[in-house]
């Protein structure tokens, strides 16, 4: 497994933007896809954003348009850039990474859109 440490998140009114980032590190390791999920109170986690290896990245529907997600390979370090939030995406933000097919969490980072 690879270690994960987030950055970002807290607390945003509707309509701002906040910037997630997640760097992977430990000792030979191949990528093999990097991403972010959520969880909201008294539900199931969900997939927010993945990006694979090859390039293709999969959105949510309900973030498609305000949510980016971008890959650093050089640094292993993956970014959510979030615009025009909204209060359904209060959640626990969560980083995954599948490094040599096994995957890996982040510890968790809390992302609250509130006014």
């Known amino acids: 497994q690879v270690q994960l440490v987030e950055s970002g998140g807290g607390l945003v009114q509707p309509g701002g933007s906040l910037r997630l980032s997640c760097a992977a590190s430990?000792?030979?390791?191949?990528?093999?896809?990097m991403g972010w999920y959520r969880q909201a109170p008294g539900k199931q986690r969900e997939l927010v954003a993945l990006?694979?290896?090859?390039?293709?990245?999969t959105y949510t529907d309900s973030v498609k348009g305000r949510f980016t997600i971008s890959r650093d390979k050089a640094e292993n370090t993956v970014s959510l850039q979030m615009n025009s939030l909204k209060p359904e995406d209060t959640a626990v933000y969560y980083c995954?990474?599948?490094?040599?097919?096994?995957?890996?969490w982040g510890q968790g980072t809390q992302v609250t859109v509130s006014s």
């Open positions: 995954y990474v599948v490094a040599n097919w096994s995957p890996s």
């Open positions: 990006i694979r290896s090859g390039g293709t990245i």
């Open positions: 430990g000792s030979s390791f191949s990528i093999n896809a």
